[in-house]
């Protein structure tokens, strides 16, 4: 009988392949996993550690301001130590190096989890670090942060006399139409993103740079853009904070009359906050607000009607940037708005989310800068004597986070 050999299933070539693959790929997956993990345990705690550093110089830089070093560097190291940092190994505190200068640093361990496996050691030193400027050079006289090329950024509209002491910077759309009747005088520079501004007047007088309608190589920034919500609401007194609504009396504490001029009220010092809206206006026809800041995070309104005597609003000492009113509100009316008569602000207004509207029919004065998403200046009766200097008045108590 004859037997018939069966034949064997044939070896596909490629058989066993993926073993090889695996194996070739598997120290990259690891690799890849060290990077995803390991990284993103890093990150996550430099986070921690800036914030730390952040704390610690705003609490600090007040005493800065007031030429105390020692009580700074005590102020910053509690800060730090109430976190967990203590000793120089995790924690250094520098207020002495640089004049006006404090400087906070610290410091963590990481561990590699998966990093090590290539040689990476077990552990990893991480470090965030503040440091925070008394400082006497001012920011802008008017920076408006947003908008872009197709829509108006900052608009300057009427027929009073005003005066600008110093740059003008949009990042986006700008348009100038006063100084027709009375002259308008820019001491500093003016420029955009989108070129030269769109200017309808014809009575302008331009004592320094002048409009340059070379486009910068990159947006113009925020000076202010240290100087958060929650920063600035460290610095809330009076019982006040950005989580409760607070909105002034009509009449009795904080508030105070004067015995002449009559009419005009007077405001406690402090730094007032509101998780709402809130407006300055005071019981009577004006009022006196010094050492005062208005910080919300809704909607901020100025405004008096004492046109003879005026009102005067100086931030409160210490708050960074000089910081006389901040409004936390994005688009849909104005963030903040400054209607008064004859009104006065030693300090610098900022709404870094909306629109800051600055108009009246007679003067105002701001000695700050105007910082906002979108600018509207509207001097509206020809008699009016407005003027912007960011250098007037409050840089003597300013200071500024530079990382």
Same mark, same amino acid.
């Given at each position: ?31 890849? %996993? ?23 110089v ?25 976190n ?34 290539f ?16 400082? &006497? ?36 759309? !700008? ?13 500093? !520079?003016?420029?955009? !993103? ?5 200017? @309808? &007047?014809?009575?302008?007088v331009y ?13 113009? &920034?925020d ?29 009795? &504490?904080? @508030? ?54 005026g009102?005067?609003?100086? %931030? ?17 009316g ?11 602000v ?10 800051a ?47």
């Open positions: 009988m004859k037997q018939t050999r069966r034949s064997l299933p044939r070896r596909h070539p490629e058989q066993g392949t993926i073993l090889i693959l695996s194996a070739f790929f598997l120290p990259i997956l690891f690799a890849f %996993a060290a990077f995803a993990v390991d990284m993103g345990y890093r990150y996550t705690k430099s986070r921690m550690l800036q914030a730390v550093a952040d704390s610690a705003t609490v600090g830089m007040p005493s800065m301001v007031a030429h105390d070093t020692n009580a700074a560097a005590t102020l910053a190291t509690k800060m730090a130590n109430a967990g940092y203590v000793g120089s190994t995790y924690l250094n505190v520098d207020s002495t190096a640089t004049t006006g200068q404090l400087k906070v640093t610290v410091y963590a361990t990481a561990p590699n989890f998966f990093a090590s496996i040689g990476g050691g077990s552990t990893r030193t991480l470090a965030g670090t503040a440091i925070g400027k008394v400082t &006497s050079i001012p920011a802008p006289a008017m920076v408006a942060l947003g908008g872009g090329c197709g829509t108006a950024s900052l608009a300057l509209s009427g027929e009073g006399h005003l005066t600008i002491d110093g740059d003008i910077e949009s990042n986006g759309l !700008m348009t100038i139409s006063t100084g027709n009747i009375n002259p308008q005088t820019d001491s500093g !520079m003016i420029q955009t !993103m989108c070129g030269a501004p769109t200017v @309808w &007047s014809s009575n302008i004592t320094g740079t002048g409009i340059n309608p070379t486009i910068p190589a990159s947006p113009f &920034s000076p202010f853009a240290a100087d958060t919500a929650a920063v600035l609401g460290t610095y809330c007194t009076g019982g006040t904070s950005l989580t409760t609504a607070y909105s002034f009396p009509g009449s009795g &504490s904080p @508030w105070s009359a004067t015995a002449s001029p009559a009419g005009i009220y007077t405001l406690a010092a402090g730094v007032y906050c509101s998780s709402g809206d809130i407006s300055l206006s005071g019981p009577g026809n004006g009022f006196i607000a010094n050492g005062v800041t208005i910080i919300s995070m809704g909607h901020v309104n100025v405004g008096a009607d004492n046109i003879a005597n009102s005067v609003l100086t %931030a409160a000492a210490g708050v960074p940037g000089g910081i006389a009113v901040y409004a936390a509100a994005g688009p849909g104005p963030a903040i708005n400054l209607g008064s008569n004859n009104l006065t030693n300090g610098s207004v900022y709404a870094p989310n909306g629109l509207n600055l108009s009246g029919e007679t003067g105002m004065k701001l000695f700050g800068s105007v910082v906002a998403q979108t600018l509207a200046i509207g001097i509206g009766d020809t008699s009016a004597d407005w003027t912007f200097d960011p250098g007037g008045g409050t840089t003597s108590t300013t200071w500024r986070m530079y990382q």
